[in-house]
């Protein structure tokens, strides 16, 4: 309880007024809903709900690309035909045949069947582990048996669909359980029954899908209830992040696939509306998202890809700056990618998206999305990755083979001034610089105390990386650390992170990085920042980093400039990947990653190796939800009385 009331007293610190009152208006709504639904209410359309149409074109060639499934999808589509599916790096999680849609699948627990907006879902006691069973109950895992079953015509994947679909609507009436508390999941659980009709209609006919044997009065029912919900539960102010913007998509998606009448054509031009605006306002003007995560900038750029593609197919498309948005947003991430599509993982990482058609997919779904992007802008020699295939041809495009092949080379350094980034590099080396603004909106959810920290890559082997982010509603000490500052390859003063965190998805006290230079010649190329986290201090203590990439040498030199009055302890943490073997020769750190070898010298520090350490932790890295491996971290200290200037040199090819 006390743990709550300070949750919401910190909570309420970052509300402005009129989002404290906006905040009261919707907890009495909810009252007086909750009392409407306790009497048997629902919202009801006005007019009769048809399918408007299937997100494809009904034509055999589209079809015919995927004329069979491969042994191993179609084994693991059998295996969930009999209750078995893999969830978030998890194998062969027991759901039933039907699904029993109110029973956390990882750890059992059973979910009260209440109002869905009482229940706590931040509470692990009273709901397991959240993210599987909203996982589960996004309905994406339906998506890759609705294809199955336009390509092969199995009666049996159709019936699976349709029982399930039925099902759940039997299970979760309108507003009751835990699969109606957040906007958000409607949303993709909505979006996930677009494709399924759609795949549906590739096979028996868009004017089939009428028919209520396939789209029954129940199903159209709840489709219209999915959507009312949506666009009057939608995540605003201090929440209205990459939620908002994939609330808004569901919305828009839901409302070209459905005839909703005159409400569903309402809601249509809305989410246009508003998508149009977000897109500006939650991106920079270079592409960065503002929410400073690189798993969450490709899902809001997934979102607003997926919402331009069904507008063109519709005709109705949005406007040049919101497609030029995506693609500026596409570029930033193969701009931080390697040469082998190695990536940072900065900020919080989800591991959702906004649709699968496979479920034996395993690559990282960065790579699909940024595949997509390219291939529907500039044309590819091939197209064999699904969400590519199927994305592009919403739009009713088919590939210009023509369009040159995207050139993997890139010109360092890159820039992306106002969302904070910075990229050095060779054909050797690949180097990321974060140092930029906090977050988006008050409470920057998703933002990780990483100000000034590196990521480095050498002949495309990982070894100064971002640890992850492993945990979010549960684990209150792992979830803590993964966002704090020694989890990131920077500096800690006084043992305490650079932003003072307030919540799980939330921040009281921010530091703000800012670029002060960056400089390129044909030798070294160089960039410089500062961050303003520890001037809160008692004595301020104001950080400057500067790193110079020597082309020619092989070599990186990172200054840390503290500026202050006072002794402070100081850190520098370095996090090597869980691939690299790793060990200390007095002040140098060796790491090996599959035959590439570098040396870490800090010379002026006490240095530290630590790996796998409990408490306080340090020395993990978590690739996935729920799934952390140790590896190896250095730590440099230093106690240092006023101004002090640190150095740490990387070297390799040695």
């Given at each position: ?8 007293y ?6 402005n ?19 409407r639904?306790s ?19 009904f ?9 069979s499934i491969?042994?191993?999808?179609r084994?693991?589509l ?14 062969g ?8 849609w109110h ?24 709901v ?20 199955a079953y ?30 109606w ?8 659980r909505?979006?996930?029954w ?20 396939l789209?029954p009065?129940?199903?159209?029912q709840?489709?219209?209830e ?48 508003q ?12 592409g960065?998202?503002?929410e400073?995560?690189?798993?969450y ?29 995506i ?11 390697d ?39 500039e ?17 009713k ?17 890159l820039?992306?001034n ?19 603004p906090?977050?988006?909106l008050?409470?920057?959810a ?12 050498i ?12 945990a ?10 993964f ?5 990131h ?25 800012w ?16 961050h303003?986290?520890?001037l809160r201090l008692?004595?301020?203590v104001?950080?400057?980093?500067n ?10 030199i990172?200054e ?21 073997l790793?060990?200390?020769?007095k ?23 630590v790996r796998?350490?409990e ?40």
């Open positions: 309880m006390r743990q709550r009331l300070q949750w919401t910190n909570r309420l610190k970052l509300m007024v009129l989002e404290i009152v906006f905040r009261v208006n919707r907890y009495l709504g909810q009252i007086y809903e909750k009392n639904i009497k048997g209410w629902r919202p009801k359309p006005r007019e009769s709900i048809r399918f408007a149409g299937p997100l494809f074109p034509d055999k060639e589209w079809t015919q690309h995927r004329h491969k042994a191993q999808e084994y693991a059998d295996r969930l035909l009999h209750g078995s599916i893999d969830l978030l790096g998890v194998s999680l027991s759901i039933g045949r039907p699904t029993n029973r956390e699948p990882f750890s059992g627990k059973l979910l009260p069947k209440i109002y869905g907006k009482s229940i706590d879902y931040r509470n692990p006691e009273q397991g582990n959240i993210k599987f069973i909203w996982e589960l109950g996004r309905h994406q895992h339906l998506v890759p048996v609705a294809l336009a390509v092969s015509g199995q009666t049996k994947d159709l019936d699976y669909c349709l029982k399930e679909i039925e099902n759940f609507i039997e299970q979760n009436p309108f507003g009751l359980g835990v699969h508390c957040s906007a958000l999941e409607v949303g993709l909505v979006l996930s677009c494709f399924v009709y759609s795949f549906i209609a590739l096979r028996q006919g868009r004017d089939e899908l009428n028919n209520p044997q789209l009065a129940k199903a159209k709840s489709i219209f999915h959507v009312w919900f949506i666009r009057n539960f939608l995540s605003r102010y201090s929440s209205a992040n990459n939620h908002l913007i994939g609330e808004l998509t569901c919305i828009w998606v839901a409302c070209n696939v459905f005839d909703l009448g005159k409400d569903g054509l309402k809601w249509k031009l809305f989410a246009h509306e998508l149009e605006m977000e897109a500006s306002k939650q991106n920079f003007v270079d960065v998202n503002k400073q995560s690189t798993y900038h490709y899902w809001v750029l997934e979102y607003l890809f997926l919402a331009y593609l069904v507008s063109v197919g519709s005709g109705t498309p949005f406007t040049d700056e919101f497609y030029q948005r693609i500026k947003m596409s570029f930033f991430l193969e701009a931080i990618q040469r082998c599509g190695n990536m940072p993982q900065f900020g919080d990482s989800d591991d959702g998206v906004a649709s699968v058609f496979a479920l034996c997919q395993k690559n990282n779904p960065i790579d699909h999305i940024v595949r997509a992007v390219r291939i529907f802008h044309g590819s020699e091939e197209d064999s990755d699904h969400k590519a295939y199927w994305y592009t041809s919403i739009a495009k088919k590939i210009n083979y023509n369009y040159p092949v995207y050139e993997e080379n890139k010109l360092y350094p820039s992306f106002h969302g904070g980034y910075f990229i050095l590099g060779t054909q050797e080396c690949h180097i990321v610089f974060k140092c930029g906090f977050g988006h008050s409470i920057a998703h933002a990780h105390a990483d100000a000034h920290s590196v990521y480095v890559s002949h495309c082997r990982e070894f100064l990386i971002d640890p992850g982010t492993y979010y509603h549960t684990k209150q000490k792992w979830r803590n650390y966002r704090g500052t020694s989890a390859n920077t500096v800690r003063v006084d043992c305490l992170d650079q932003s003072v965190i307030g919540g799980n998805f939330m921040w009281l006290k921010k530091a703000n990085a670029c002060e230079g960056i400089k390129s010649d044909m030798e070294k190329d160089s960039v410089s920042g500062m303003d986290g520890y008692k004595d301020p104001l950080h400057k980093r790193l110079e990439l020597d082309k020619n040498k092989g070599t990186l990172i840390d400039h503290l500026e202050c009055k006072d002794r402070h302890d100081i850190e520098r943490f370095w996090h090597f990947s869980e691939d690299c790793v060990w200390q020769v002040d140098s750190i060796w790491a090996e990653n599959n035959g590439v070898k570098i040396c870490l010298q800090c010379s002026d520090a006490e240095l530290e190796l796998g350490q408490d306080p932790p340090l020395g993990w890295v978590s690739r996935r939800f729920d799934y952390k491996v140790p590896s190896w971290t250095g730590v440099a200290r230093n106690n240092i009385h006023g101004d002090a200037k640190l150095r740490t040199l990387l070297q390799w090819d040695i």
